[in-house]
């Protein structure tokens, strides 16, 4: 497997369920990012971690929280989510020297539909 | 407030002609610049990317052009061919934090 993986690409889940995303990139970066694109909207960064910690919070709420054991694991754990959170998610990857981040790259995304 | 603007939402060109895609900015730190193409059901592909201490970056058939003084990009792909049609979005940064900020995307449809 190369690249930038996410699984599931499809979750369909009700308010009150709780449910983790997963990325996985396989390309030697260290620093990983959550964005959430809404239909007819710009990608919007949710978090970033560089070197496993949390560098970025964009004023996201608690119902979405991340996780990231190591350099190449990202999780996004969900609970009681709201019909607008319905969205593709997208995980990507870069490598970040000093302080210059480098292009990142793209899993596939999870599609996310609540009810 | 949108700092970055694609303001045509979709394209079409025929085959073999230039397809030019369009980006505007409003903060004058950003100082790295891509596009990404996109098709469905996958994400986000790199295509090129430009640094502010340039004003043109090719690479094959693309090509991206910065004017700083405008606060404007654009994408020219040439010749245009059928598998290009996807949304494209451009993106801007500023070094170090981390933090991409994207357009909304313009659809290109190529026409055979």
């Known amino acids: 497997e190369t690249g930038v993986t996410q699984t599931p690409r499809h979750l369909v889940m009700g308010m009150t369920n709780k449910k983790s995303l997963k990325c996985e990139q396989h390309l030697g970066h260290n620093a990983m990012y959550w964005y959430k694109q809404s239909a007819k909207k710009p990608l919007e960064l949710m978090f970033v971690?560089?070197?496993?910690?949390?560098?970025e919070n964009n004023s996201v709420p608690s119902r979405f929280s991340p996780e990231c054991p190591n350099s190449s694991h990202l999780f996004l754990h969900l609970h009681t989510l709201q019909p607008e959170d319905s969205a593709l998610y997208l995980c990507?990857?870069?490598?970040?020297?000093?302080?210059?981040?480098?292009?990142?790259?793209f899993g596939p995304g999870t599609r996310l539909l609540v009810l | 407030d949108q700092q970055v603007k694609q303001n045509s939402p979709s394209l079409s060109v025929q085959e073999g002609r230039i397809s030019i895609l369009n980006c505007d900015y409003t903060n004058s730190m950003f100082d790295y610049f891509l596009w990404y193409k996109k098709y469905p059901a996958e994400g986000p592909t790199f295509l090129i990317s430009i640094s502010s201490i340039k004003d043109k970056n090719e690479d094959g058939r693309f090509t991206v052009f910065l004017n700083k003084s405008a606060k404007h990009l654009s994408l020219h792909i040439v010749p245009s061919q059928p598998g290009d049609s996807a949304v494209y979005f451009c993106a801007a940064f500023i070094s170090g934090t981390y933090k991409y900020i994207f357009g909304t995307g313009t659809r290109l449809k190529v026409l055979a």
């Open positions: 990507a990857s870069s490598q970040a020297e000093g302080p210059i981040e480098e292009t990142q790259y």
């Open positions: 971690y560089n070197f496993k910690e949390q560098t």
